[in-house]
């Protein structure tokens, strides 16, 4: 998927990192945090699914679910029935929520149990959520997240139909308030526990796909679109 760069103040090159927050500085390994906007964008643009979070009749929900970025925006889709896109729509000036998104790259395995790990790249959103309304953002922001989960497949589809926009709500939430974080590395073993027998290292983890298996009643003639080869 293309987005949109984020220029700089002279209106060149990348923009400057996003500024830390009390809630967007981490309490424990600050080392591993990053508010690099580059980085940022790169672990959004490799995910699709987002856990996004917030707090209904005083009790805190974390909700499963897809995301398209375009530019400083992110995008999240739903019923115009689901609870958090009607909160973020009756409510003034919108729903706080927290986004999160976490690629899990390796199991971390030391020789004691408490320096056990995972090599991460996570990033954590905080800022207020608002309705999209305008029919053209509508539409730009629902083929972003279609495009979020396979890149290209927008233009490969029939958009939706007012019926189906009628039953469609949209979340915008701004990169504001915005940091990364990632462990990388192998395990941080005692040097006391180095004579220990046992196994240490650690186990990568990668994604992949299987081959596209057709519907039942598609058309033979129709074979795999590149975009979707290229997975």
Same mark, same amino acid.
């Given at each position: 998927?293309? +987005?949109?760069?984020?220029?700089?103040?002279? =209106?060149?090159?990348?923009?400057? $990192?996003? !500024? &830390?927050?009390?809630?967007?500085?981490?309490?424990?390994? *600050?080392?591993?945090?990053?508010?690099?906007?580059?980085?940022? +964008?790169?672990?959004?643009?490799?995910?699709?699914?987002?856990?996004?979070?917030?707090?209904?009749?005083?009790? &805190?929900?974390?909700? $499963?679910?897809?995301?398209?970025?375009?530019?400083?925006?992110?995008?999240? #889709? =739903?019923?115009?029935?689901?609870?958090? !896109?009607? /909160? /973020? *729509?009756?409510?003034?000036?919108?729903? &706080?929520?927290?986004?999160?998104?976490? +690629?899990?790259?390796?199991?971390? !395995?030391?020789?004691?149990?408490? #320096?056990?790990?995972?090599?991460?790249?996570?990033?954590?959103? +905080?800022g207020t959520a608002v309705t999209v309304t305008d029919p053209e953002e509508l539409r730009l922001a629902l083929d972003a997240i279609v495009d979020q989960v396979v890149p290209g497949r927008s233009q490969d589809s029939r958009p939706a139909n007012g019926k189906e926009l009628a039953a469609t709500a949209v979340i915008r939430l701004d990169l504001s308030e915005v940091s990364a974080k990632v462990r990388t590395g192998?395990?941080?073993?005692?040097?006391?526990?180095?004579?220990? $027998? #046992?196994?240490?290292?650690?186990?990568?983890?990668?994604?992949?796909?299987?081959?596209?298996? &057709? /519907?039942?009643?598609?058309?033979? /003639?129709?074979?795999?679109?590149?975009?979707?080869?290229?997975?």
């Amino acid at each position: 998927m293309q +987005h949109t760069a984020t220029p700089d103040s002279t =209106g060149q090159g990348v923009a400057a $990192p996003y !500024l &830390p927050t009390e809630r967007t500085v981490p309490t424990r390994s *600050k080392d591993r945090a990053s508010y690099d906007r580059e980085l940022v +964008h790169s672990i959004l643009d490799e995910a699709y699914l987002c856990h996004l979070g917030f707090v209904r009749d005083g009790a &805190p929900v974390v909700l $499963p679910t897809l995301f398209g970025r375009i530019g400083e925006r992110l995008y999240v #889709h =739903g019923s115009t029935g689901s609870r958090p !896109l009607r /909160a /973020a *729509k009756s409510s003034d000036p919108g729903l &706080p929520v927290c986004l999160t998104v976490t +690629h899990v790259d390796a199991l971390v !395995l030391a020789r004691s149990a408490f #320096h056990h790990s995972m090599n991460y790249r996570s990033v954590v959103v +905080h800022g207020t959520a608002v309705t999209v309304t305008d029919p053209e953002e509508l539409r730009l922001a629902l083929d972003a997240i279609v495009d979020q989960v396979v890149p290209g497949r927008s233009q490969d589809s029939r958009p939706a139909n007012g019926k189906e926009l009628a039953a469609t709500a949209v979340i915008r939430l701004d990169l504001s308030e915005v940091s990364a974080k990632v462990r990388t590395g192998g395990p941080n073993d005692e040097p006391e526990d180095g004579a220990l $027998p #046992h196994w240490t290292g650690i186990v990568p983890l990668t994604r992949g796909y299987a081959p596209p298996v &057709p /519907a039942d009643d598609l058309d033979p /003639a129709i074979g795999v679109p590149d975009y979707l080869s290229a997975l």
